[in-house]
């Protein structure tokens, strides 16, 4: 879920079936953020408007289908879960998947 893949975790260790790192927040935002937690609250709202951006859509459409027809986890390698865009992803998905039903 994250942009950049971890430092130390091999991607064969990992046992991943898919990793959709267009879903992950863009590079600009990343360095905005850089998990300053006072920046939160602004940082979900544009990365919850970033996924119709058109660099982002076919992984988040891809996402949204995997999510209706299967459990989906998602992993990140953030130590501030609560602060984090796989928080903000979780939530959005959440809604979406409630919102489509």
């Known amino acids: 879920m994250d942009r ?3 430092r130390g975790m091999s991607k064969e260790r990992a046992h991943l079936d898919e990793w959709l790192r267009d ?3 863009s590079a600009d935002l990343r360095h905005w953020h ?7 609250a602004e940082f ?3 990365y919850i408007g970033e996924p119709e951006d058109a660099d982002h859509r076919p992984a988040v459409q891809h996402l949204r289908d995997l999510a209706a027809h299967d459990k989906v986890t998602l992993l990140t390698a ?3 879960l609560g602060h984090s865009e796989a928080a903000v992803l979780a939530q959005w998905l959440g809604a979406a998947g409630t919102a489509s039903r």
């Open 44 to 46: 979900r709202d544009r």
């Open 78 to 80: 953030t130590k501030d």
């Open 4 to 6: 950049l893949w971890p």
């Open 34 to 40: 850089h998990h300053d937690q006072e920046r939160f």
């Open 23 to 25: 879903v992950a927040q």
